[in-house]
C-alpha cells in the first residue's frame, strides 16, 4: 500500500483554469471528480474510473492507470494492491484538498510578497472587489 504523503505535491499553479484545475491538469481533476464522486473512503480500480470517463473522453485505459499512479505518488490518491489490480481511494476529501491547495498558495504569496499580499487580501473586503 503506497502511504499518502503528509502534505499532497501542489507545486503548479495555472490561474487561467476554473476550479480545481488551478492545481491540477484536466485528466487528473477529471480523475479526482470520479473519485471524490463516491462514498469517502471508497475504493476506485483504474478500470472503474476508465469506464466513467471513456464515454466523454476517448482515452486509453494505460493513460488513465499512468494518470492515476501520478496522483498516488503526488500523494492525492492511496494505492492499495488487491489481487492483480490497485484500489485508490482519496488521500483528502475534495473540501479538504481545496482547503489546503488555497491555504499553500496563500502562505507561498505571503512569503514571497508579504506586503503586497497582505495589502491585496485586505482589499477584498471592498465591495467590488469581492464581487468580483
Do not use: C
Amino acid at each position: 500500500m503506497t502511504r499518502p504523503r503528509q502534505e499532497p505535491e501542489l507545486r503548479t499553479v495555472h490561474l487561467d483554469r476554473p476550479g480545481i484545475r488551478l492545481a491540477l491538469g484536466d485528466l487528473e481533476a477529471e480523475i479526482m471528480e470520479v473519485i471524490w464522486s463516491r462514498p469517502p473512503g471508497e475504493g476506485v480500480t483504474v478500470r472503474e474510473v476508465f469506464e466513467a470517463l471513456y464515454p466523454r473522453r476517448r482515452l486509453a485505459y494505460t493513460t488513465v492507470m499512468n494518470t492515476m499512479a501520478r496522483l498516488a505518488r503526488k500523494g492525492l490518491l492511496v494505492a492499495e494492491r488487491r489481487e492483480a489490480a490497485y484500489v485508490y481511494r482519496a488521500a483528502l476529501q475534495r473540501e479538504a484538498f481545496i482547503e489546503r491547495f488555497v491555504g499553500r498558495v496563500l502562505e507561498r504569496l505571503l512569503v514571497n510578497f508579504g506586503g503586497v499580499a497582505a495589502e491585496k487580501l485586505s482589499e477584498l473586503t471592498d465591495p467590488g472587489t469581492r464581487q468580483r
